[in-house]
């Protein structure tokens, strides 16, 4: 089981996991975001490759469109 912060809220999984794992278990599209893991801003062409730990700290945001 590993503990991880995302947006500021405690959350537990099973295992780690790589970050497109993560965006698919939280039902995000990975193409709407932008994901700082550990206070480092992660290309996107990366997310399948990053992966999340025991008591890592993520902040996703959402981009919306609208007018």
């Given at each position: 089981m590993i503990n991880?912060?995302?947006?500021?809220?405690?959350?537990?999984?099973?295992?780690?996991?790589?970050?497109d794992e993560l965006l698919m278990k939280l039902d995000i599209e990975q193409d709407k975001v932008a994901i700082e893991h550990n206070r480092e801003i992660v290309p996107?062409?990366?997310f399948h490759r990053v992966q999340v730990a025991d008591g890592d700290n993520l902040?996703?945001?959402?981009?919306i469109g609208g007018g």
């Open positions: 991880v912060t995302i947006n500021g809220d405690a959350l537990k999984f099973e295992s780690t996991l790589s970050l996107k062409s990366t902040e996703i945001v959402h981009f």
